[in-house]
């Protein structure tokens, strides 16, 4: 890989009032805790792979991210989830959220959930398959472990019966 | 099943302890890169895929190469409108700086 120099600025596009507030949250340690592990149990170009996006995207033809209810309750976050079919493109999709700017997932789907880049590598071999399922949630979960039962259970009930192997997640 | 997140804040994976990350300076929102650059975002993509296929132990973080093109003022990630949380916390987030000197 030709990444090993570079190290992120994870904060290079916050505003400083903003990166500052945000580091008071994160510890100087590092986490010390057993991390999950489940190794890969295929190799990429024979693995079905599903996409997760916390991006609020959901398919026109299903009930939008609830904003209203956070505008009213700063705190509280749409606990949902969607199911998102591989076909989707971007002129299928709405996209809610109160803390980015959607309209750039809103003119090419592929920023945030690369479907359309995922069925190229299915069609090249480069990977397995792309699952028929892809997800979407609201990334605004704040102290919140309801979340894990009402969406990220389903979800991975989902992907099990459709034989995923490998979860590639983009935060917004 | 196996996770990668691909994600603009490292520093939240190394302090929550994530199975693998691939870390990306790129803007909140665009993760795999500017509307249209197809080119682009297929190699963040398989890159992505690298660190997957390659992670070897919980809580790996591998730093992805690429640049965004603009400067971070140019990059218009922020809502149209400011969050309700930011707006609950304006006091702390302005008093969190001035900490900071």
């Known amino acids: 890989m030709s990444a090993a120099e570079k190290i992120v600025d994870g904060y290079r596009f916050l505003p400083p009032s903003l990166a500052a507030w945000v580091q008071t949250f994160i510890p100087n340690e590092n986490f010390s805790e057993a991390i999950p592990w489940t190794p890969l149990s295929k190799p990429v170009k024979q693995a079905t792979i599903a996409l997760v996006t916390s ?7 299903d009930p939008p991210f609830d904003m209203e209810r956070e505008k009213r309750e700063p705190l509280w976050g749409d606990r949902s989830f969607r199911s998102i079919p591989r076909e989707a493109t971007e002129k299928d999709i709405d996209a809610n959220h109160l803390h980015i700017n959607t309209g750039y997932v809103l003119q090419d789907i592929n920023v945030m959930l690369p479907l359309t880049r995922m069925k190229e590598l299915e069609a090249e071999g480069i990977i397995g398959r792309l699952a028929p399922t892809s997800y979407s949630f609201y990334g605004f979960q704040w102290q919140n472990t309801d979340f894990l039962t009402e969406a990220i259970e389903p979800m991975c ?3 099990k019966a459709e034989g995923v192997d490998a979860v590639i ?3 917004a | 099943m196996s996770t990668i997140v691909l994600t603009p804040t490292p520093d939240w994976h190394r302090a929550v302890g994530i199975p693998r990350s691939a870390a990306i ?7 795999l890169g500017e509307v249209g650059d197809k080119e682009g975002q297929r190699k963040v993509l398989l890159d992505t895929l690298s660190v997957l296929e390659k992670a070897q ?3 790996e973080i591998r730093h992805l190469s690429f640049t965004w093109p603009e400067e971070p003022k140019e990059t218009k990630w922020q809502p149209p409108e400011m969050s309700p949380l930011i707006k609950v916390y304006l006091d702390e987030i302005k008093a969190a700086r001035k900490a900071k000197g």
Not at chain 2, 25 to 31: A, D, L, Q
């Open chain 1, 157 to 159: 009930k989902n992907m």
């Open chain 2, 57 to 59: 132990r919980p809580g």
């Open chain 1, 55 to 61: 991006s609020g995207i959901s398919m026109k033809s």
């Open chain 1, 169 to 171: 997640l983009t935060p």
């Open chain 2, 25 to 31: 300076e790129y803007p909140f929102g665009r993760p």
